[in-house]
């Protein structure tokens, strides 16, 4: 099961900041791709600008798009996501505890900021 | 169908109704090109901001424009995706903000 998840889950950023970056208060390097948690929808343009913006930030994070899984895959991710966010919306961003539902820049930025 | 006939075509349609594409190109023509993308998914366009089931009788409510957009454009100016606002939207004195998930989770069959 966890080598099909991973198959899943694609990788994305090479924790480089955007030179126009917005200034951060977090550590980024305190982030590890096992942190945050994206599952989008790949036709989403708000799962599209916050992923851009995860990666202005220069966090690592896995991202997915629960739209392109089938079958089993597929129940097991939108259950998944109900326990984070029960209206199964995207973007549901899970940065360690917290839950970010929808593109928040603020709620996005707080979340990092917190240990 | 290209993404610039679309926009024509819908512009002509849904404008006289008081629906504007949002001004901001960035937001609305990747949001036509996922809409054609849905078209070639499931043979007709589902909101492309929500999860299809891939079968037009249960997804009828979220084919673009889907049955939620005439309240969230007048409560929020936007429609969940922001391709369709209101004129106020457009001419910035709407506060823009995150549209809230308006469909019912149960609508997700899995």
Redesign the interface.
């Given at each position: 099961m966890f080598k099909s998840l991973k198959k899943i889950l694609k990788k994305k950023n090479d924790g480089m900041p955007e030179p126009d970056a917005p200034a951060k208060s977090f550590d980024m390097e305190a982030f590890h791709m096992n942190d945050i948690k994206v599952y989008a929808?790949s036709?989403?343009?708000?799962?599209?600008n916050a992923k851009k913006y995860l990666d202005e930030c220069g966090v690592k994070y896995e991202c997915v798009h629960?739209?392109e899984l089938t079958g089993d895959e597929?129940?097991q991710i939108?259950?998944e996501v109900?326990e984070h966010n029960?209206?199964?919306?995207?973007p549901t961003i899970v940065i360690r505890d917290k839950v970010v539902v929808?593109?928040?820049k603020d709620k996005i930025d707080d979340a990092l900021k917190e240990d | 169908m290209d993404v610039n006939q679309l926009y024509e075509m819908l512009k002509k349609v849904q404008e006289p109704k008081g629906y504007h594409f949002n001004a901001d190109k960035d937001m609305t023509m990747p949001l036509l090109e996922s809409l054609l993308t849905n078209k070639e998914r499931f043979g007709y366009m589902a909101c492309p901001c929500r999860l299809a089931n891939g079968d037009y009788e249960a997804d009828k409510d979220i084919i673009c424009p889907c049955v939620y957009r005439e309240e969230d454009v007048k409560e929020y100016g936007a429609c969940y995706c922001a391709l369709y606002v209101s004129k106020e939207f457009n001419e910035g004195s709407v506060e823009k903000q995150v549209v809230p998930e308006r469909r019912p989770p149960e609508k997700i069959l899995f």
């Open positions: 929808l036709t989403c343009i708000h799962c599209r629960v739209d597929r129940k939108v259950q109900k029960p209206a199964v919306s995207f929808g593109f928040h | -």
